[in-house]
């Protein structure tokens, strides 16, 4: 069974922004810039600095 995406959001590691992205092509960064959501509700894709993603941004995202 496929987990279907009901939010799309992280918190940055760095600056501690809650960042959202609620449209398919809705590109988001964090206030300091180093982490970004995109994606909307079609798919959870994430943007940060080389290295561990866990090490960037914790994963707040939630599914039905």
């Given at each position: ?6 939010t ?8 501690g ?48």
């Amino acid at each position: 069974m496929v987990k279907k995406l009901k939010t799309n959001r992280i918190r940055c590691k760095h600056c501690g922004t809650v960042i959202e992205s609620k449209n398919t092509y809705d590109f988001i960064r964090c206030d300091c810039g180093k982490v970004a959501v995109d994606g909307g509700l079609e798919y959870p894709k994430r943007v940060y600095p080389a290295g561990r993603a866990e090490d960037h941004y914790e994963d707040l995202s939630e599914f039905d």
